[in-house]
């Protein structure tokens, strides 16, 4: 059994993983640190305060920052809300729906927004708004997010649909269910936590989307990424720092809650 | 995750039989809509002629990737020659994105392998603390990066008090500043791919090569590496791809000489060149050469699966 082990075991590989860590999370927590900093300058410590979180709320750019935090708050809910929708169906069809015409392209389709890259995507986008004179602004945001969302909210919910049987929904049926039955009050409450996580995480992909939003919005409006990013411009300021930090907790929390609702599945399976 | 595909395996099941066509439509209505179809209008615009200040005039012509190939002197009536300073930009980008890659694999890989040899729920709260950077706002962890490596930042601040430099390093704005700024992006991408195939190794095999006297180097270069492989590759696919195309890492952390792609099309677009088809031309020399770059992976992957 020691042999075993050790055959698992290689020397320098503890120490990496601490430095992968260690360098995924330092710069991170220095901007979290340095958020509280009370003081002008980004570089001298001068102890610690909340002034630039009241600065952020209250401050001389808080208006600007509040209508962008409401555009993004919009945007990333129509559009995970949307995205996990259309996922939620898509999963049904790739995976409970047997064979159909162009079920391979299909599989393709849902994943193509991860095989081009990002910048492309906006470019193209924008010329297609363009083109059909289309006027920049939300609407065109939103329809944006969406296409992007859809794969990440797809991944964990034909996850989760993947690992339950069929047997439950085949035993309503032969109670004499609708399929619409069996699928509102057998498949999907299973597979709730699978929706759940993929609508967090599509909200998150959403909520940080920085390139194609910056290409597709129109001129004036502005979301949370596209204003800290225009802020940024002008130079890194101590409220770039707490505002940086607020969007990070909400981040983390809701890909938390994505993977405690996940896992909380999984348990009572 | 993250990138990662779902394989439909139980194809068998078909509750639904019949309506898969209609449950995929709003896919197809979506991504067809908003994606499909503005990449073929892309193409299409890079064939048009540029009109000053963006937009474009519908006449067919090649300028845009004249323009990007050839250079014809001032009045565009010299023989023509090679343009090199867009080769140069993408050069730099591949050469960017394949150092940022390498560094991701060195410290990608052993923690992917430390992760994947831990027991139960300490696995997984490891995976979890990899995981969550990636779904930090890019944007942030971008300007994260250019705060810590400041000429005045902590990074230097720290090694100057420590008395390990008496002069601040002069980082930001380098080549370095970028290929730091691309692996730190996207460096959960590495770990999660190896990770996976990591977990389904077989541990049999190395005692197997322990027991016919193979050192542990011999193993893991003759045993485990062509074993994970598939798992190494599609982990430099997803550092590498969106590293290609990244315009964040570039625009924040680099400076003129660092530009990459990203800059150069997007400097057609927001910026002060405006030329629509030469950023439609550039972008679809961008997507192909992902496209070559994926039809490899697949071609591997399935070679794999024969083999």
């Known amino acids: 059994m020691a042999k075993k082990l050790d055959l698992r075991r290689f020397p320098g590989f503890l120490p990496m993983t601490w430095l992968c860590l260690f360098l995924l999370y330092a710069p991170l927590i220095i901007v979290m640190i340095y958020s509280f900093n009370d003081s002008n300058s980004i570089t001298q410590w001068g102890g610690v305060s909340l002034r630039w979180y009241k600065d952020v709320f209250w401050g001389l750019e808080a208006e600007k920052f509040k209508l962008a935090a409401i555009h993004s708050l919009i945007i990333a809910v129509a559009a995970a809300t949307v995205s996990t929708t259309i996922a939620t169906m898509a999963a049904t069809a790739m995976l409970r729906a047997g064979r159909f015409r162009g079920k391979s392209i299909s599989f393709a389709l849902i994943n193509l927004p991860l095989m081009v890259p990002e910048i492309v995507t906006a470019v193209a986008t924008l010329i297609f708004f363009s083109t059909i004179g289309f006027t920049t602004g939300l609407t065109t945001i939103l329809m944006a997010h969406i296409v992007f969302c859809v794969p990440f909210a797809y991944l964990p919910i034909a996850a989760r649909m993947q690992g339950i049987e069929d047997v439950y929904e085949q035993a309503a049926l032969d109670l004499y269910a609708t399929r619409y039955q069996a699928f509102r009050l057998i498949l999907l409450p299973l597979m709730a936590p699978g929706v759940i996580s993929g609508f967090l995480l599509a909200f998150i992909i959403s909520l940080d989307d920085f390139i194609i939003t910056n290409f597709v919005k129109g001129a004036g409006i502005e979301t949370l990424p596209t204003a800290i990013f225009g802020a940024v411009k002008q130079g890194i300021k101590p409220n770039i720092m707490a505002i940086s930090t607020l969007l990070l907790l909400v981040s983390v929390v809701f890909v938390t809650l994505s993977y405690l609702v996940g896992r909380m599945g999984q348990n009572k399976k | ?307």
């Open chain 2, 1 to 307: 995750m993250a990138g990662g595909m779902v394989k439909s395996e139980n194809t068998n099941t078909s509750t639904y039989a019949g309506l898969g066509g209609w449950l995929i439509l709003p896919t197809w209505l979506v991504i067809g809509f908003f994606l499909l179809l503005p990449v073929g209008i892309m193409l299409i615009y890079s064939f048009l002629t540029k009109e000053f200040r963006g937009g474009v005039i519908w006449d067919f012509t090649f300028a845009a990737y004249d323009q990007f190939f050839f250079d014809r002197g001032l009045f565009g009536d010299d023989p023509a020659k090679i343009e090199w300073t867009y080769i140069k930009i993408f050069w730099r980008s591949i050469w960017q994105a394949g150092i940022a890659t390498i560094f991701c694999l060195i410290i990608g890989f052993p923690t992917a392998w430390f992760i994947a040899t831990r027991t139960g729920s300490n696995r997984s709260i490891w995976l979890f603390l990899i995981t969550i950077p990636y779904w930090v706002n890019l944007l942030i962890r971008t300007i994260s990066m250019k705060f810590l490596i400041r000429d005045t930042g902590p990074l230097n601040e720290w090694l100057m008090s420590m008395g390990v430099i008496s002069e601040p390093i002069h980082m930001i704005n380098t080549n370095f500043a970028v290929q730091l700024g691309l692996f730190y992006s996207y460096l959960p991408f590495m770990v999660l791919p190896i990770y996976a195939s990591v977990e389904r190794y077989n541990f049999a095999l190395s005692e197997a090569a322990a027991d016919l006297y193979a050192s542990r180097l011999t193993t893991l270069r003759q045993i485990i590496l062509p074993t994970v492989k598939p798992g190494i590759i599609a982990g430099c696919i997803l550092v590498f791809v969106p590293s290609l195309g990244a315009f964040l890492a570039p625009d924040l952390l680099g400076g003129a000489k660092t530009f990459m792609i990203g800059s150069l099309i997007e400097e057609q677009f927001k910026g002060n060149a405006g030329n629509w088809p030469f950023g439609a031309a550039v972008s679809m020399i961008l997507l192909s050469l992902v496209l070559i770059v994926l039809t490899y992976y697949a071609r591997q992957q399935s070679k794999a699966e024969q083999g």
